[in-house]
């Protein structure tokens, strides 16, 4: 196993709740642990927007006013003493705990070094995503290259992207400042994954490196031609 990941959130203003979302990530330590992961990515900000927020079907997005840098900054010392816990905890059975570069609050190269540096320790990193920077409108090549020698392992995923002028119509998605972003298979899309990949060999990443597909297509397809695109890339690069 590469990876476990689970949702969580360490932005509520209620002590108690806080607490509770500290136990419940470290019980899920110990599941990591009992299935032999050495690698556990768990969040630091998620909400459910409301039904009326979404117009009727609710869902984990965050509002462009309440991902702004003063937002993140202001929340920033709780994430982190969350995250200082939770990886001591892990540090015990030999797990690097991580965060993703996802979910708008936390998802800019900058805000997750920002984080990875508040918590100052040895095995707390980044699950680096190399599409989802889009969702933040960032280079993504760009926060790849920034992020990298923090990673503890690396999600591959591609997108299309289209300008906000231009809604596509069904399926597309809208980043924090109105692109529409639709997952690909990988190699397919609009990022240059060949650049990402071509650093990361460079860079001598040795790390695991699994295929994120999220795209529309038959899900069995697009993961199968996105493993065997990373493989082709990968030897061409």
Not at 92 to 118: K, M, P, Y
Not at 159 to 169: K, S
Not at 223 to 232: F, G, K, P, Q, V
Request: charged share 25%; net charge negative; proline share 2%.
């Amino acid at each position: 196993m590469s990876n476990y990941a689970v949702l969580s959130n360490f932005t509520q203003s209620d002590t108690e709740a806080y607490e509770q979302e500290i136990s419940r990530v470290m019980k899920e330590v110990d599941v990591a642990y009992r299935l032999g992961a050495k690698r556990m990515r768990h969040d630091v900000a998620w909400r459910k927007r409301s039904a009326e927020e979404e117009g009727g079907a609710a869902g984990a997005l965050w509002t462009e006013d309440s991902i702004t840098i003063a937002r993140f900054e202001a929340v920033l010392p709780q994430m982190a003493r969350a995250c200082q816990r939770i990886a001591d905890y892990a540090a015990q059975f030999g797990i690097i705990t991580s965060v993703e570069n996802h979910l708008f609050l936390v998802q800019a190269s900058d805000r997750v070094q920002r984080l990875i540096q508040a918590v100052d320790r040895p095995n707390y990193k980044t699950t680096l995503d190399t599409g989802n920077f889009v969702c933040v409108d960032e280079s993504p090549v760009v926060g790849v290259r920034k992020n990298l020698p923090y990673a503890s392992m690396v999600h591959l995923k591609d997108f299309h992207i289209r300008q906000a002028a231009h809604d596509p119509g069904e399926g597309w998605f809208r980043s924090a400042y109105g692109t529409y972003l639709r997952g690909s298979i990988f190699g397919h899309g609009d990022i240059d994954v060949w650049a990402i990949l071509r650093h990361m060999k460079a860079c001598g990443y040795d790390g695991y490196a699994t295929i994120e597909f999220e795209g529309i297509e038959d899900c069995e397809m697009g993961t199968r031609i996105s493993l065997e695109n990373a493989r082709r890339i990968w030897s061409e690069v």
